[in-house]
Structure formats: structure tokens, C-alpha cells
């Protein structure tokens, strides 16, 4: 039997990691409901396991969604985790080609230079020994950039890299330190009997020149051991967990495991799958544009996963959804802020006693304006006189003031009382019996439609507008002017509506191109969702984002939600308009039609 | 011969100041872009707290430029250059002026309402700003608000586009809550039955006779003062306003509808302010308007050699403090003109 002393740090290293995975594997399966338990039972047996592989495959191993966004940071993971599985897996089938058998213990595959000393007698011998040293440059080169990274992140074409805790330091010079010992204990291998390749076979003769072969392979094989098993026994307390989180998190997905608003097992193994690969915080503009660098969601994360959540770092994020959409893990960081906020502020403090018990009056289409186009009231009136000149029937639900939607409160996470509004609201727009709510704030509209389940057709006015456009209802006089437009979080990353607003403003005016747009664009600094003393970086953030919309001089810039009206307004030199307002300026009224309208609306409101 | 100086900005400020320099002896140029001078002065009728006709003031301020300054009208200044320690200011119609001290008095604009959207300006049709009414006041026609009707109620909203974060503006304007006092009055004397209400956040009468102003407008005309900010203002079908206000004296919310709404808009630095600042490289405070080298001791002087500043263009004043401003100014420039050594004493005890 083949067995040296040094084997024994691997081998206890891989022992201990396999058993500490599996247990922190079952707690959170354990800690599932068992619809959820028993969905993730069903899923292994069924066809999805094998889109589970499939993405492992392309992202915990060749991590091609890095790539897209930092193809040298994509790199860098990929050659790090597909380099070092490829010599797995290739140096296991060697070795068991080569010993004739399935039964050979863990570290024979891995220290198998050490214990074969005459050349490989396997089919393709020349073949693998070529591969394993390929894989083996691979890694080297991961190992090179992430050095460079870590002492200058433009490297990777990053302002700022994640910072390290002192354990989270050892933990990285293990894994570093893994295949410079590797490559010397099979080079010096490669010096004494001739196994080598096209790396380690001439960097043996080299080294066999002028070094004293024998006892310092020795030496390098022991280190080489510690080093992988140092690694393997800090994996599940250091970042490192992320590797075999992640697969979690991908079956999770793929078998529908449910998400529920607090910090659940789901968030659980996010928070365990973040790699901390820096992504979001380039993406952040509380860092690029306002110099706060503690709350990136790289950060609050780690705080998280350590247990140490301070509630500056919770609350001051703009929930803009920038890092989620470029997080290569596809990490809900925006719920799972929200999850954090729950925690402290998730109280029953108010009273809604006073609220209306309206008797609503039955209509197909109802108008919600929403409290922030009260406050913007060249909106409402835009939409009142569109809506009134279309000749459509409907209501103005808030006519008289809005009952608020409840997503200010969400986002506070204050779930408690903000469940008391919704429900207000809800029995106000079931009795109504409207078939169609249409909104002019984005913030109402992604309340509405994820956590009212209304199931009926909840639309912006953007999208109300291009249909009824569509349908002939009105129609546009394009006026030729340069617009600029500025996609709002809620409606855009928050909604997925990007091209409606974009048809719909062609048809008002000639829309311009913009660098940062559609999933890149820029939250505008006013998000409602920041409750920490943060009125200047807003500002900062806002002077940016103008700066930005007004780079190719348009004539206007517009946008689709009063609130970015509301924050972009105040720095900007040139007009900053709501898209609908654009469309009634635009329209090509009948005139006969709009006073019609007009009666028929002054007479249904009286009613309401 | 005589040392030039060029003054940029024909109102108040660069009126005063050009005649100060003037007598002193100086070889003045006032430039002003617009086709008389007077600035926001030619606008107001009756000024606080003497209630004297503006118009007087102006007469008084042209007598001092009639004669010994060299007044452009219609300047539009496209260059400044600095040749060593002079400055050579150009035109757009190639005209060129030199001078050995700039004196820059390119004053306010006051805020655009429109940035404060949920009041309603230039969305609803009765809803003006206090430069507007004094406009109505200056044309002396009868007092009718913008859809015909003589108000029954007016309300007046104090600090719109000042000490309002959300409009980027933290800064007190100073001049307005005495003005909405004044204009109160002026309406109530127009027109003795109407309702007025105006709504501050606090009472800013610091100067000397304000307070006896503020009595009169309570006493006299039993004005309305309720403390509490706008929140929103929307139009009634019968196009009057409705305001939204929390009464925070009296600690509850109230809803008020009035037939004319009366902003009292703020200072912002005007758009000569911003321009000329960027043009020239002079330094601009937190708040926008130009900053001064120290707020004590060097409130005339800016962070480039040979250029000064005087009047509203650094913050906001009134009449009297841009008056006296600009003596000072005056006397700073021809001091630097002279050579003495301004800037000694605040570098020993404040740099
Ligand atoms: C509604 C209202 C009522 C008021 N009523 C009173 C009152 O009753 N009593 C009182 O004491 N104060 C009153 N004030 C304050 C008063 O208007 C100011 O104190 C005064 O106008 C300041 O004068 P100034 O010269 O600094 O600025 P401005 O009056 O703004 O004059 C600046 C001048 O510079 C010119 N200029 C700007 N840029 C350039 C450039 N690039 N090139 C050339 N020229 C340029 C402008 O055209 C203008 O003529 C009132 C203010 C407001 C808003
Ligand atoms: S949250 Fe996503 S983008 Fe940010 S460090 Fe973690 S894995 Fe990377
Ligand atoms: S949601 Fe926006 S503000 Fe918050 S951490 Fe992500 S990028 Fe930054
Ligand atoms: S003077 Fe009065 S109205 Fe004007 S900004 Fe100051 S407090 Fe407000």
C-alpha cells in the first residue's frame, strides 16, 4: 500500500471539510419547510438536476457571467476553479488508470508523482501528463493576476477590490500557496525520475542541477499537504464556503425552493454563496459618486454572515438594484437588504384608523396616481388630460389624496404596518371591480403588482400610454426635440419596463442614445428607499446622474417616475419631464372628442 | 493717469460702487448686460421697511452714475482676460475694456418655482410669485388673479426655493418673509375685504423696523400668520387653490382653498453670477453664490487677485446691506489700488 506521513494534513483536511459541509448542507435543508423539503427531494430525481449540472458547469466552474461583465477578473475565477477541477479529475483518472483500480484512497490521485516513479504505462500516457501540467499553468496564471489584483485592482479593471480580515487573509495564502508547492514537489519529482512534463520536466532538470533533490521534494510534498489541507479545513469559515454554497443555491433555484420576505434558509445560502468578487461595488454609486465604501452589498453580506449587522450599513443603500443585476451569483441583494431592514424596523407603530372606508364606485379602468405625483402635479395633470382626451372611461382612485401604497414602509422594513395600507387599498380596487389599474409612479406599480395579488392587469402609464396609442385611442405629433431619457430603478431593473417608455418617446420627440441605460442606468440619488442622514450624497449623486443625461445636449430629459423627476429637476439646466407630460403636449387632440371628455369627467368625479 | 477699474453688473451694487469709485477718482466702466440699469430694483414698486417708491431709489443711484461712469449698456461679456496683475474684459461686438481692478456685482435670479412642482407653479393657473405681484403692483391696475377674479383669499407660502433641502437650497433668503409683510399689507390697503394667511416656518424680522411692520400687518390688518410649511397645493374644479398644511402651533393638519396663491420665491445666484464665475475661475461657496476669502474680515475680496465682489452675488441683502456693500467694496478696491496690503491681518490671525 502507498502511504507517507505528509498525506496526512490533506487527508484529515478534506475529511474534516467534507464532514463540516454536510452539516451546514443539512441544517439549511433541515431548516426548510417541507413543501420546500419535499420540492427539493422531488427535483434531485427529476430532469432538473440536470440543468442544475449544467449551470455548476458554467458558472461555480468556467464562471462565464464574470466573464461577460470582467472578462480578466472571469478569468482569473475561472482559472482558479475550472484549472484546479480539470486536475482533479484528470489526475484521478490517471491514477486509477494507471493503479487498475476504483478503490484508491483520496490523496493517492494527489500525491501521485511522489508515489510512481517510472514512466506511465496507461493508454495516452504522454497525453495526460501534458494535460496535467497545462491545467497546472492555468492555475498559475488565476494565481498571478489575483496577486496583481490584490496589490492594484485596476489590473482587473476594478476601482476597489473587496478588504480583508486577518482570516480571511490565511485562508487566501493557503489557497495561494497550494500550487507554487505543488508545481516544485512535482518538478523536483520530475528532476529525480524523469515524469515530468512540459513545465514541471524542465524546471526539474533545472532545479537537479545545483539542489540536493531528495530530501527537498520531501520537503516541498509535506508543504504542499499543509497547504491543501490548512485550505480545506478554513473553507467553511472563510469565504471560500462559496464554493459549495453555490451549488446549493443553484438547485435551489432550479427546484423552485420559495423566497419569503424575511431572512430565510434562501437568503441564508446567498449570503454563504457571495464570493466576494468585488462586482457590486464598483456598480455602486454610493461609492463611485458619493464616497460611502462600507454598505456595498459585498460588505453588508460578510456583516451578515458574521452576525454583526449594524444598522448605518443596513439602511444606507439606495435599494437601486444595481449590484443585483451585475452580481455574477445572482444574488437578490435588494430583498435581501430589505430582509436585514425587517429586523429593525419591522414594529407595529402606526394607527391607520383615520383612513377613508370609501364606497368605490364601479369602473373598468382605475387611475392611482400615488403620492408622488401629487407632489408633481404637471404629471397628474398630463395624465388626467390624456386619459380624459382618449375617451376612455375610467376613475381617479386618489382623487382626493392617496392612501399611501405601502412600499415607502416595505422598503423601511416595516412590513407590519405597511400590510395595514395595502389591505386599504386592496379592498378599495376589488370593489371597484376594475379589469386594469394604471399608475404613474413605478414605486406603487412594483407593489402593487408583486404583493397585492390582485390578478387583474396592473400597468405604468408608460405601458397604458403605447397601448392606447396602439389601439388609435390618441395619437402623437413628434416635435423633434433631443430627449435624454433616464430609466427609473423601480420601473426598469425593478420591473423589467424598458421599451414602452422608449416607443412611446420616439414618437414625441428623437430619443438619444445614452452609455448607461436600460439594466446599466443610474439610480437618479433620490430613492426613498435611504433613510440614513443622507441628503448630500444625494445630492452628489443627482449632479452626477444630470451630468451624465445632459452629455450629448439634449433639449430635454425625461423619465417616467415623479420622484427622479423630482431629484433630477434640481440640478438639471435644461427642461426634465415625465414622459407623460411629453404625450399630452404631443397629442394630436380632436378637439370635438376632448370636450366631450372633458364633461364626462367633471361629471363622474362629482359622483366619486 | 488714472487707474481703471471695470465693474461687471449694473444693479444696485454696481451702481453704488461705480459712483464711490468714481468720486475717488477712478477710471470707472460699468458694464451692464441688459439695456438699462437698476437690476431687480426697476421691478419693485414700493420698497420695506419705508414703503418708499423704488423708483426713488433708483433716481438716486443714477445720479451718482450719470456723469462720471463709463455705463455699456447691452454688454455681453464672452472673455476676461489677466495680462500679469490687469484684466482685459471683451464683448461680443469686439469692443474691449482693461482695467487694473474687477469689481463683479452680477447679483440673483430668484428661484425657479417650477422646481418646487407640488406647489403648483406654472401648473396651476393661480398660483404667482411675489416678483409677479409686485409686477401687478408696478402696472397699478386693479388687484384680479390670472383667471379674472378679484381674490377673496390669498395665501402667501414664505421660504419657497430657500431653507428647503429638497430643492438643494438650505440658505435663508432674508428678504422675504419682510416682503411677504409688506405685500400683505399693500393688498390689504388695495383691497380691505380679502382674507390673507400667510404661512411661514419662522419669522425672520431682524431689522430694525421689520418687527414694527410685522405688528402693523397683525394689528392694523389683521393678517393671518400661521406657522407651518406647504406641503402640497392642488386645483379646485372652480380653479381656485388648494393648500395642504400641517398648523404646527396649533399641531394639526389643515386644508385650506384660496383664489390666489403668492410664492415668496428665494435668491439664487444668477446666471451672469454662475457664468462669468465659471468663465473667470472665482471660487464658489456651498450654497452656489461666490465665496468670499473670509466671512468676517474679507467679505469683498475674491480668491484671485484684483477681483471684488459686492452685493447679492456672495448671498443674499437687502437694499440697504447691498448699499453699504458696495461702499465697502469701494473702499477695498481702491485700497488694493493703492497698494496696501489687504490681506496682512486676516493671514495673521485666520490662515
Ligand atoms: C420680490 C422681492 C422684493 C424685494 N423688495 C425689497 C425691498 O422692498 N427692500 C429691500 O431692501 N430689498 C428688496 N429686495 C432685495 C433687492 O432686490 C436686492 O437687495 C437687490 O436687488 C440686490 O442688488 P444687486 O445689485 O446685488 O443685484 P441685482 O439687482 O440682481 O443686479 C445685478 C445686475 O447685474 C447684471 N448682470 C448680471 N450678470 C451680468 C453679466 N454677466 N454681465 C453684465 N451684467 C450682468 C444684471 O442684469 C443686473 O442688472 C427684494 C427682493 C425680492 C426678490
Ligand atoms: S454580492 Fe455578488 S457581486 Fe457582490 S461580492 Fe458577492 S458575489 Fe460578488
Ligand atoms: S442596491 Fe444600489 S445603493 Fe444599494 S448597495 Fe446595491 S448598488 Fe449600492
Ligand atoms: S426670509 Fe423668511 S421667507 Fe425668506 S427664506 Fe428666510 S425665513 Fe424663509
Redesign the pocket.
Given at each position: 500500500m502507498n502511504f507517507a506521513w505528509f498525506v496526512l494534513p490533506f487527508s484529515l483536511g478534506l475529511f474534516l471539510l467534507f464532514i463540516l459541509v454536510i452539516f451546514k448542507i443539512s441544517f439549511w435543508v433541515r431548516q426548510l419547510p417541507l413543501r420546500d423539503r419535499l420540492l427539493l427531494n422531488r427535483g434531485i430525481f427529476s430532469f432538473k438536476i440536470f440543468k442544475v449540472i449544467k449551470e455548476v458547469i458554467m458558472e461555480s466552474l468556467l464562471h462565464r457571467r464574470i466573464f461577460k461583465i470582467n472578462p480578466v477578473l472571469g478569468f482569473m475565477h475561472m482559472s482558479f476553479a475550472f484549472g484546479w477541477f480539470m486536475l482533479i479529475l484528470v489526475g484521478n483518472m490517471e491514477s486509477r488508470l494507471y493503479a487498475g483500480t476504483e478503490l484508491n484512497l483520496p490523496y493517492y490521485a494527489i500525491f501521485f508523482k511522489y508515489f510512481v516513479h517510472q514512466p506511465l504505462t496507461i493508454p495516452f500516457a504522454e497525453g495526460f501528463t501534458f494535460i496535467m501540467d497545462f491545467f497546472l499553468v492555468l492555475v498559475l496564471s488565476g494565481l498571478l493576476i489575483a496577486l496583481s489584483k490584490r496589490i492594484y485592482s485596476r489590473v482587473v479593471g476594478m476601482k476597489r477590490t473587496t478588504k480583508l480580515k486577518p482570516f480571511d487573509v490565511f485562508a487566501m495564502l493557503s489557497l495561494w500557496f497550494i500550487f507554487p508547492f505543488r508545481l516544485l514537489a512535482e518538478s523536483m519529482a520530475a528532476g529525480m525520475y524523469h515524469t515530468g512534463g512540459f513545465l514541471t520536466q524542465p524546471l526539474g532538470n533545472f532545479f537537479a542541477g545545483f539542489l540536493p533533490l531528495g530530501p527537498l521534494s520531501y520537503a516541498m510534498w509535506w508543504a504542499y499537504s499543509i497547504a491543501l489541507g490548512v485550505f480545506f479545513v478554513s473553507l467553511p469559515y472563510s469565504r471560500y464556503m462559496h464554493i459549495p454554497t453555490e451549488i446549493v443555491l443553484i438547485a435551489f433555484r432550479h427546484f423552485g425552493i420559495r423566497r419569503t420576505k424575511e431572512y430565510d434558509m434562501f437568503k441564508d445560502v446567498e449570503v454563504f454563496s457571495c464570493s466576494r468578487c468585488g462586482i457590486c461595488i464598483d456598480k455602486c454609486q454610493l461609492n463611485t459618486m458619493a464616497q460611502v465604501n462600507t454598505i456595498q452589498s459585498a460588505y453588508f453580506i460578510k456583516s451578515i454572515r458574521k452576525k454583526n449587522q449594524q444598522e448605518a450599513v443596513v439602511q444606507n443603500c439606495l435599494v437601486c438594484g444595481r449590484c443585483q443585476e451585475f452580481c455574477p451569483v445572482g444574488i437578490k441583494t435588494d430583498d435581501l437588504r430589505l430582509s436585514q431592514r425587517m429586523i429593525f424596523e419591522n414594529r407595529e407603530i402606526a394607527d391607520f384608523h383615520y383612513l377613508p372606508q370609501d364606497v368605490p364606485v364601479k369602473t373598468d379602468i382605475l387611475y392611482f396616481a400615488g403620492c408622488m405625483t401629487h407632489l408633481t402635479p404637471s404629471i397628474k395633470k398630463a395624465m388626467l388630460n390624456i386619459l380624459n382626451s382618449s375617451g376612455i372611461s375610467y376613475r381617479f382612485m386618489d382623487e382626493d389624496g392617496s392612501i399611501c401604497c405601502g412600499r415607502p414602509l416595505m422598503l423601511s422594513g416595516n412590513n407590519k404596518d405597511a400590510l395595514k395600507l395595502m389591505q386599504t387599498n386592496k379592498d378599495i380596487i376589488r370593489s371597484s371591480e376594475a379589469h386594469t389599474l394604471v399608475t404613474s409612479c413605478p414605486i406603487c406599480l412594483r407593489v402593487f403588482r408583486e404583493d397585492y395579488n390582485l390578478n387583474i392587469n396592473v400597468v405604468h402609464h408608460t405601458q397604458f400610454i403605447e397601448s392606447m396609442i396602439a389601439e388609435g385611442k390618441i395619437s402623437l405629433e413628434n416635435s423633434g426635440a433631443k430627449i435624454s431619457y433616464h430609466d427609473p430603478c423601480e420601473l426598469g431593473r425593478g420591473l423589467g419596463i424598458y421599451d414602452e417608455p422608449r416607443n412611446v418617446l420616439s414618437q414625441t420627440g428623437v430619443l438619444l442614445k445614452n452609455s448607461l441605460e436600460r439594466k446599466s442606468s443610474l439610480c437618479c440619488g433620490g430613492s426613498i428607499a435611504n433613510n440614513q442622514n443622507y441628503n448630500l450624497n444625494k445630492d452628489k449623486i443627482s449632479q452626477q446622474v444630470v451630468a451624465h443625461l445632459s452629455a450629448k445636449e439634449p433639449d430635454m430629459i425625461a423619465t417616467a417616475c415623479p420622484l427622479c423627476k423630482k431629484s433630477l429637476v434640481k440640478y438639471a439646466d435644461i427642461r426634465v419631464a415625465d414622459i407623460a407630460e411629453l404625450v399630452s403636449e404631443q397629442m394630436v387632440s380632436n378637439k370635438a372628442d376632448a370636450s366631450r371628455a372633458e364633461k364626462k369627467f367633471n361629471v363622474e368625479s362629482v359622483e366619486a | 493717469m488714472a487707474k481703471k477699474v471695470v465693474v461687471i453688473g449694473g444693479g444696485i451694487a454696481g451702481m453704488e460702487s461705480s459712483a464711490y469709485l468714481a468720486e475717488m477718482g477712478y477710471d470707472v466702466t460699468l458694464l451692464e448686460k441688459e439695456d438699462c440699469l437698476g437690476g431687480h430694483l426697476r421691478n419693485w414698486e414700493r420698497l420695506f421697511p419705508t414703503m418708499r417708491l423704488g423708483q426713488e431709489v433708483l433716481d438716486f443711484l443714477k445720479l451718482g452714475v450719470d456723469t462720471k461712469v463709463n455705463v455699456i449698456r447691452n454688454a455681453n461679456i464672452t472673455k476676461v482676460n489677466r495680462i500679469e496683475k490687469r484684466f482685459q474684459v471683451e464683448l461680443d461686438r469686439g469692443a474691449s475694456f482693461n482695467a487694473d481692478a474687477l469689481l463683479i456685482t452680477t447679483g440673483y435670479d430668484t428661484f425657479d418655482a417650477t422646481k418646487k412642482e407640488e406647489y403648483g407653479y406654472g401648473i396651476y393657473d393661480n398660483v404667482i410669485t411675489s416678483a409677479e405681484l409686485e409686477k401687478m403692483f408696478m402696472e397699478g391696475k386693479n388687484i384680479i388673479t390670472p383667471t379674472g377674479k378679484v381674490p377673496k383669499k390669498i395665501g402667501i407660502i414664505?421660504?419657497v426655493g430657500?431653507?428647503d433641502e429638497k430643492v438643494g437650497n438650505v440658505y435663508?433668503?432674508?428678504?422675504?418673509?419682510v416682503t411677504?409683510v409688506k405685500q400683505a399689507i399693500e393688498l390689504k390697503e388695495k383691497l380691505p375685504e380679502v382674507e390673507i394667511y400667510c404661512f411661514?416656518?419662522?419669522l425672520?424680522m431682524y431689522g430694525m423696523h421689520f418687527e414694527a411692520l410685522y405688528k402693523e400687518a397683525q394689528e392694523k390688518h389683521a393678517i393671518n400668520f400661521i406657522r407651518g410649511r406647504l406641503s402640497e397645493a392642488s386645483e379646485n374644479m372652480d380653479q381656485t387653490v388648494m393648500i395642504k398644511v400641517e398648523d404646527t402651533l396649533a399641531g394639526k393638519p389643515l386644508k385650506l382653498s384660496v383664489d390666489l396663491l403668492v410664492l415668496?420665491v428665494?435668491f439664487v445666484p444668477s446666471k451672469g453670477t454662475k457664468e462669468i464665475g465659471k468663465m473667470m475661475g472665482l471660487e464658489f461657496g456651498t450654497n452656489g453664490f461666490y465665496k468670499t476669502k473670509d466671512q468676517h474680515t474679507m467679505t469683498n475680496v475674491s480668491n484671485i487677485q484684483g477681483v471684488f465682489f459686492a452685493g447679492s452675488c456672495t448671498a443674499p441683502k437687502t437694499i440697504t446691506n447691498t448699499i453699504t456693500d458696495a461702499r465697502a467694496a469701494a473702499t477695498t478696491v481702491a485700497s488694493y489700488l493703492e497698494s496696501y496690503d489687504l490681506e496682512i491681518r486676516t493671514k495673521a490671525f485666520f490662515q
Open positions: - | 414664505h421660504c430657500s431653507r435663508c433668503s432674508k428678504v422675504c418673509c411677504a411661514y416656518m419662522d425672520r415668496m428665494g
